[in-house]
């Protein structure tokens, strides 16, 4: 079982990672190229805010009216190449149907429940794998030092002299405080793009009992057939 469970994961962890691949190959710029625009684009932002910080107005209030339209900019040029490289999967599981902040998580399902089926797997071992992992996530958890109140407050005490420090400052107060957003949402992207977000291993555990409980009832309804 336990070897059941780790390929379940490494295959999980092999298609976020595929993936991702496919998206910076160069064979993919066709599909890309809304993604190379957004870079470009994120390269003027950082020079603007750069520039702002000197001349705060009115570029201050330029940089920061276009993070939104910006923020959804990247969001949409990642959609859009995965959409058009697995047109094919999109196609044949109406992913496109769905929910708009649904079709990452369908479509990373749909590849995991095809590699399993490729594998040979049934949807009894889907299911006790599935269910193995739950006992696995019932596992009693390790005391951290993160629970103790002592922690806690000196932590709470440091962030808040961190923040008033911040807001004293005359280099933050300047207008260096668009630069310091700007590459703090550019850091949050190439994380979303790169590793797919940060994923702990319960949330990742999760994910995978979740998509191996859907591939049970999946392949169940093959077989019935």
């Avoid at 630069?179 to 702990?200: E, M, P, R």
Wanted: aromatic share 14%; net charge positive; hydrophobic share 50%.
């Amino acid at each position: 079982m336990l070897k059941d469970c780790a390929f379940a994961s490494s295959l999980y962890k092999q298609i976020r990672s595929d993936v991702r691949n496919r998206l910076f190959s160069r064979s993919s710029y066709p599909a890309t190229r809304p993604m190379v625009i957004m870079a470009l684009i994120t390269l003027a932002l950082i020079i603007m805010s750069v520039y702002s910080a000197f001349n705060p107005i009115p570029w201050s209030a330029i940089t920061y009216a276009l993070l939104i339209p910006w923020g959804i900019g990247l969001y949409w040029s990642r959609q859009y190449a995965t959409r058009h490289l697995f047109r094919a999967v999109y196609r044949s599981e109406k992913i496109n149907k769905q929910s708009r902040f649904k079709r990452d998580e369908l479509f990373q399902y749909v590849l995991f429940r095809d590699k399993l089926n490729a594998a040979g797997w049934t949807a009894q071992r889907a299911a006790k794998v599935a269910e193995y992992y739950s006992l696995m996530e019932s596992a009693p958890k390790l005391y951290s030092i993160s629970q103790n109140i002592f922690f806690v407050f000196i932590v709470g005490l440091m962030a808040g002299l961190a923040t008033e420090a911040i807001k004293i400052s005359t280099w933050f107060s300047t207008g260096y405080a668009g630069v310091v957003l700007v590459l703090c949402v550019g850091v949050l992207y190439i994380a979303w793009v790169f590793l797919d977000g940060v994923h702990v291993p319960a949330q990742h555990r999760a994910y995978v009992r979740r998509d191996l409980q859907r591939a049970a009832m999946e392949l169940r309804s093959e077989v019935a057939r």
